[in-house]
């Protein structure tokens, strides 16, 4: 049987209408071997997380580079736990200043990639975690 | 421009050098030519390359060289801070600070929510108010901009720039009420409005109708100008953001130059002549960090875009073939990493794109990547185009490296490029269908991925991110203050209690019927500006008529 691939779900919340780092990690996580959907500009928080339920995902990687950040992921985790939901590894990546990762970490973000960060850091971090 | 004579003699030069002098130092090395970039170029890639046809003079057609016969003329030196923050209040004082420090007039950059057709006060706007521009919904709230100028702003004589694509409608209604206000009569205002939706599409994200209704707001924004504002430029047609969104030099040449077409098709068929519409298209293009591809592009550019004004669109005037463009730096170049080096890159881009004939040459602050820019990186970018020309003398003498082979050479194989591409467009059906099909943005995907790859891969070397790697101080861009949105909700509430709100039903409605008709929507939109209709409202009625788009990606 070959192990289950998994499964990542690459967001962008709020009004942000910059995919370029969006659309190549999608890729590079493909490329690794991950199951990967996309979802497109604006969406907001409970649509991501819908869309994560539904897609049955084991990651849920946000972009914001608007600098709204804090508050999207801050809604979409109490989503999350709301749904039941708050085993699923959450990521963040995009502009995001130095100081404001502890406070996502303490809201529960696995990790955080700002901009900058290479390819490679998400998907080792995402195989160390969940295996694979 | 050389004969075959001498071209056949220096073949044979060139055989010899590359045999002898090249290889002994390729040998010593243990290198081949094959396995480093081409080192030098002669007349031998020029060949066809005519100086009459290709070349020419600054001025005349095809343009390759500069617009105009100089660089000289124009209305100043170096660019505008593109600048807006937080409430209208804020971005007043930020205007009034670059005012201060020598700027000409102003370009405005308004927050997400503001360019999707939202309210500050609407759920979806959230924590994006005043973060990347500033919120503005109403008149009153240009008004209050524009009060950064003393004793009313001079419309008429400094050069204003409005970042502003699907709503373009509402800000330039607003503009013009404001004109109207300060008693300038429209066809005195100067200015830009970027209203180029097709690129939102492929790389900026900020668009809310789908294209064909979009397209329409566009032709009704050129009707209007064209017929009473014949020295604004109605649009600006942007590569930038493709480039920025990872398109190479030649497919941000391309499609930007297929989006103009799709643009002239639209103004067209609405019964503009070129020369009506042609010397009111202006164009913003990035200026990236390859230096002499960069001159090269700008080149390849304006003899382009002179021979499609002419042959394809049928522009008999001199001033319909003029690539008018902005230009001097691309954003993406600059790092997070050790971020005082993005000031050798500002001026680098900076230079290229002055030396490279762009008489609108700006600079960004070098903070850029972190966040909201500092005064004190602002300063930097304003001067950084004034020491290019003062003390550089960079602009003394216009395409100082045309001429050159392999700047020739590059302005021919970027042309023959862009071209291919372009051909491409055409096969689909031109740009609207090709972006409906994600063909562009399909391209750009694949591009901007294989450049990423590149990066990691130490194949592409930038310096403080995949080499020389090291520590700086970290800096601190601006912070917005936190009670922005509570501010913005509360004038908005004051707003909507304080107008006429009977008046405002009333145009919104008549904004409805010119929507639901064919109409130019201008006329109707202006009445609704004046009444204190916000700019969420205005866009909701026409959500309601025109639908919104769905995302078109490749995914």
């Known amino acids: 049987m070959p192990e289950k691939k998994i499964r990542v779900l690459v967001a962008k919340p709020g009004l942000d209408g910059h995919d370029r780092g969006a659309k190549v990690i999608a890729r590079a996580l493909r490329d690794a071997g991950m199951e990967v959907i996309y979802t497109g500009l604006r969406q907001t928080p409970e649509q991501i997380v819908s869309a994560a339920l539904q897609e049955d995902v084991d990651v849920i990687g946000l972009s914001v580079l608007s600098g709204a950040h804090m508050g999207l992921t801050q809604k979409i985790i109490a989503r999350l736990k709301e749904q039941n939901a708050g085993d699923k590894m959450v990521l963040v990546g995009g502009t995001i200043l130095a100081k404001d990762i502890p406070k996502l970490k303490d809201m529960g973000v696995a990790e955080v990639f700002p901009t900058g960060s290479r390819l490679e850091e998400p998907i080792k971090f995402i195989k160390e975690r969940l295996g694979n | 421009m050389f004969s075959e004579k001498f071209l056949e003699s220096l073949k044979a030069e060139y055989g010899r050098w590359e045999q002898s002098t090249l290889k002994k130092i390729l040998d010593k090395y243990g290198m081949t030519s094959d396995s480093i970039p081409r080192q030098t170029y002669t007349p031998l890639d020029i060949e066809t390359t005519d100086f009459s046809n290709c070349v020419g003079f600054p001025g005349e057609f095809p343009f390759t060289r500069g617009i105009y016969p100089t660089m000289i003329v124009g209305t100043g030196i170096g660019g505008r801070a593109y600048s807006g923050f937080g409430n209208p209040e804020d971005t007043r004082d930020r205007l009034r600070f670059l005012l201060s420090q020598g700027q000409f007039g102003f370009s405005l950059a308004f927050d997400l929510p503001t360019q999707i057709g939202l309210d500050s006060d609407h759920p979806l706007a959230t924590g994006e108010v005043g973060r990347v521009g500033v919120a503005l919904s109403s008149l009153q709230d240009m008004e209050t901009i524009l009060s950064a100028f003393d004793g009313g702003a001079p419309l008429d004589r400094i050069r204003s720039s409005f970042t502003t694509n699907a709503q373009a409608v509402v800000v330039l209604s607003m503009y013009i009420a404001m004109a109207e206000k300060l008693g300038i009569p429209l066809n005195q205002l100067t200015g830009t409005i970027q209203n180029d939706i097709l690129k939102e599409y492929i790389a900026r994200g900020t668009y809310i109708f789908p294209p064909t209704p979009s397209m329409r707001l566009t032709g009704d924004i050129f009707e209007f100008c064209s017929r009473n504002m014949p020295r604004f430029n109605m649009i600006s047609i942007c590569g930038y953001h493709i480039r920025e969104a990872g398109a190479t030099a030649s497919q941000e040449l391309a499609f930007m130059l297929c989006n103009a077409i799709a ?229 908005l509430r004051q707003l909507r209690a304080e107008r006429n709100n009977a008046a405002v039903e009333k145009c919104l409605n008549r904004v409805r019927v010119a929507a639901e008709g064919t109409e130019n929507l201008i006329p109707s939109v202006m009445d609704a500006v004046k009444a204190m209709a916000t700019n969420g409202e205005i866009c909701g009625v026409l959500r309601e008529v025109f639908g919104e788009a769905q995302p078109f990606t490749s995914y």
Request: proline share 4%; aromatic share 8%.
């Open chain 2, 263 to 491: 643009y002239s098709e639209v103004a067209l068929k609405r019964g503009l002549g070129p020369d009506d519409f042609l010397p009111r298209f202006s164009f913003l293009f990035s200026s990236h960090s390859n230096f002499f591809e960069e001159v090269a592009k700008f080149r390849a550019a304006r003899r382009m875009w002179a021979k499609i004004a002419r042959d394809r669109l049928g522009a008999k005037k001199t001033d319909s073939m003029r690539f008018r463009v902005a230009s001097g730096y691309a954003g993406s170049t600059f790092t997070a990493q050790k971020p005082l080096n993005n000031i050798a890159r500002g001026t680098l881009e900076c230079f290229a794109s002055i030396i490279g004939g762009n008489m609108g040459s700006a600079s960004a602050p070098y903070d850029e990547a972190l966040g909201l820019p500092t005064e004190e990186a602002t300063i930097v970018a304003l001067d950084t185009p004034r020491i290019i020309h003062f003390e550089a003398r960079g602009a003394d003498v216009i395409d100082p490296l045309g001429g050159s082979y392999y700047v020739e050479h590059l302005t021919d194989a970027l042309e023959a490029r862009a071209t291919d591409l372009i051909n491409k467009v055409d096969a689909l059906g031109g740009a609207v269908a090709a972006i409906e099909k994600g063909f562009i943005q399909a391209e750009v995907e694949s591009s901007s991925y294989k450049m990423q790859k590149e990066i990691e891969e130490g194949m592409r070397r930038i310096v403080g991110v995949n080499e020389f790697v090291g520590e700086t101080p970290p800096l601190h861009p601006m912070e917005l203050a936190s009670d922005i949105e509570d501010r913005r909700i509360r004038a």
